[in-house]
């Protein structure tokens, strides 16, 4: 798992690849689902303004292959 800190208000993804299969989850330690987005663009930014500090993870879906990060937002 790939660990990220951000203090920014603005979460960009970036994809290099071209599926359309691509899906974004974002979920807090507690297990709850603050964002979603099952067919999310090759660049995708989220506010994340509003969500608290805290840690969260990211999990990106795309063509069967998973990649999972956790951000630290301060």
Not at 2 to 21: E, H
Not at 23 to 46: C, M, P, Q
Request: some cysteine.
């Amino acid at each position: 798992m790939k660990s990220l800190s951000i203090s920014d208000a603005f979460l960009n993804c970036l994809s290099s690849n071209k599926s359309l299969n691509s899906k974004i989850k974002i979920v807090d330690l507690t297990g709850r689902i603050v964002y979603e987005n099952n067919s999310f663009a090759l660049n995708t930014s989220i506010d994340l303004e509003s969500y608290p500090d805290g840690i969260y993870t990211i999990t990106i879906v795309s063509d069967a292959k998973e990649e999972v990060i956790k951000i630290v937002k301060y």
